[in-house]
Structures are given as structure tokens and as C-alpha cells.
């Protein structure tokens, strides 16, 4: 039972360059989110899904797509990468609103230069 | 708007002793709250929830948070820190309705002195 992982754990980027981050779960989840993690200010959410087909903005979305063609995947995308993008984004899925915890992925570390 | 505050940054005891992290939450409804902490390198991992009923929760690793409405706080504990204990520690209230969202606090770094 893999839990939450995420592709790819490290990337280094120019700016404009684009990249797709995957986050693939095995809990059959419906809700899944991406979050930033920058020093200081806690995990802010990107953007999430709360069932295949569905997404949503968070609090930061700015700069970000996402997808959620199949129940398990939820890809982030950033399409001309930035260095104030550059952050530890983590995934995370949960089964149903509030009554379960969420499962955080291991994370990815993105820098942009 | 929906908050989490920690007012702690950084927080140093030594091995043995108590702790306790503060977190303070601005929510309109019953709130749903989490910790949860994040060691070097790694993802978070859920420590302990308050969705209703006793105030005083217990959770994993002998760790424990008890919800005060009065004061909107949901503050961890713990009697004796281990070394291990080192981490990055974050409390969350859950958005009910809202999709399932989590708003986080800053976070507070734990170091413990041998």
C-alpha cells in the first residue's frame, strides 16, 4: 500500500520552462489538493479536487493548472515556471470531508532559476 | 476570513522536559482541528484530530491537544520530550463544507537539548 507518492521528488527549472508534478494515490480517495510549503508561512493550498473530473482554486492558484482526469492522479502543472514558484509542494488526498485525515505525499522540491 | 496562528516559531527544551505548543484559530463554525508534524525531508504526519465531544485529545507518539472554544485555541502537549521529537509541528482547522480544505498555521520548530 503505497499511500500518497508524488513524481518527481526534486526538479530544478528555468524560468518559462514548464512541468507537470504527479501525485498518484491507491486509497481510492475522492478528495485530493495541492499545497505549497515556503518558510514562514505554513502550507498554503494551490488547488484541489473533490471527485474525478473536478477542480477547484485554493488560497494561491495563481501560475498553476491542474487535472484530475482519473479518480487516483491529480497533476499540477505550472506553464512558464517562475522563481517565486520555487517551493516544496506537497499532495494530499483524503476519503470524504472531515470526518478522516488527510495523507500527505513526501513532497516535491522545486526551484526555479 | 478563516485563520490558524502559531505564535511560536521556534521552540527549544531540553530532553525530559514538558512541551507545549500554542495554536490559536479563528473559525465561524464548530471547528474541526488537526496537528500534525513534518520531521526533515518528509511529509506530514497527522498526530492527533478534535472533531467534537471531549475536549482533551489523545494522540500518537504520547502526544496530546486540548480544545478550548473560549479562548479558540487547540494547544499540544506532551509530559517528556524525546530527542526524536525534533521536528516541525502544525496545527490545521479543516474548512467543513468547503470542500475539505485545511488552512494551516506557520508552523513551530521543535529542537530539543540533550
Known amino acids: 500500500n503505497a499511500g500518497v507518492t508524488q513524481t518527481p521528488k526534486f526538479r530544478v527549472l528555468k524560468t518559462g520552462q514548464s512541468m507537470t508534478l504527479l501525485c498518484a494515490q491507491d486509497m481510492n480517495h475522492e478528495y485530493m489538493y495541492w499545497y505549497r510549503q515556503d518558510p514562514g508561512m505554513g502550507l498554503r493550498l494551490i488547488h484541489y479536487s473533490v471527485g474525478e473530473g473536478t477542480t477547484a482554486k485554493g488560497e494561491v492558484p495563481d501560475g498553476y493548472n491542474v487535472s484530475r482526469l482519473k479518480k487516483q492522479n491529480f497533476l499540477l502543472g505550472l506553464e512558464s515556471a517562475a522563481p517565486s514558484q520555487t517551493s516544496v509542494y506537497f499532495c494530499?488526498?483524503?476519503?470524504?470531508?472531515?470526518?478522516?485525515?488527510?495523507?500527505f505525499g513526501q513532497g516535491t522540491r522545486l526551484t526555479v532559476v | 476570513a478563516q485563520s490558524v496562528t502559531q505564535p511560536d516559531i521556534h521552540i527549544t527544551v531540553s530532553e525530559g522536559a514538558s512541551l507545549e505548543l500554542r495554536c490559536n484559530y479563528s473559525y465561524g463554525a464548530t471547528p474541526y482541528l488537526f496537528w500534525y508534524v513534518q520531521s526533515p525531508g518528509q511529509g506530514l504526519q497527522l498526530l492527533l484530530k478534535?472533531?467534537?465531544?471531549?475536549?482533551l485529545v489523545q494522540g500518537i507518539k504520547g502526544f496530546e491537544a486540548e480544545f478550548k472554544r473560549s479562548q479558540s485555541s487547540f494547544n499540544l502537549r506532551k509530559p517528556s520530550v524525546h530527542w526524536s521529537d525534533a521536528a516541525e509541528y502544525f496545527c490545521?482547522?479543516?474548512?467543513?463544507?468547503?470542500?475539505?480544505?485545511?488552512?494551516f498555521g506557520q508552523g513551530t520548530e521543535l529542537s530539543v537539548k540533550p
Open positions: 494530499a488526498s483524503s476519503y470524504e470531508e472531515g470526518d478522516t485525515e488527510a495523507f
Open positions: 490545521a482547522v479543516l474548512l467543513y463544507n468547503q470542500g475539505g480544505k485545511l488552512i
Open positions: 478534535y472533531f467534537s465531544g471531549d475536549t
